[in-house]
């Protein structure tokens, strides 16, 4: 399952990760070199939705994904905080899903088409 971000949203990740991550890709043949955004593709899913998490923590969203029915299914939800200091949920239901990386995946995509529609 492929965690990407399209449109705008991409474009503000890419700028952000440019800024804000610092790591050098490991040395080859080529030589090392400082990572930059295309070299994000190359993470393993685990490592890339913990960058997604920072960057939705810099816009003022939460991520969350979370074990439901006794450890046999994934839910996530994205909010945002609320004039009172609490959380308020933009996911409009409740899914599950068989693992966590399908459920890390639905929470980047809804990310993404929050960021996208708030964008236009």
Not at 60 to 68: D, K, M, N, P
Not at 95 to 114: N, S
């Given at each position: 399952?492929?965690?990407e971000l ?69 839910t ?20 599950e ?6 459920a ?17």
């Amino acid at each position: 399952m492929k965690l990407e971000l399209t449109g705008a949203a991409k474009q503000a990740f890419d700028a952000w990760f440019e800024v804000n991550i610092e790591y050098t890709v490991p040395c080859s043949n080529h030589g090392c070199k400082d990572a930059d955004s295309e070299d994000f593709d190359d993470l393993p899913n685990a490592m890339k939705f913990g960058v997604f998490q920072l960057w939705a923590d810099s816009l003022g969203y939460l991520l969350t994904v979370t074990i439901i029915d006794d450890f046999s299914n994934w839910t996530f939800d994205v909010m945002v905080k609320d004039v009172m200091g609490g959380f308020f949920s933009l996911t409009d239901e409740i899914e599950e899903f068989k693992t966590r990386e399908q459920a890390q995946a639905a929470c980047i995509k809804k990310l993404d088409e929050l960021f996208n529609e708030k964008d236009k």
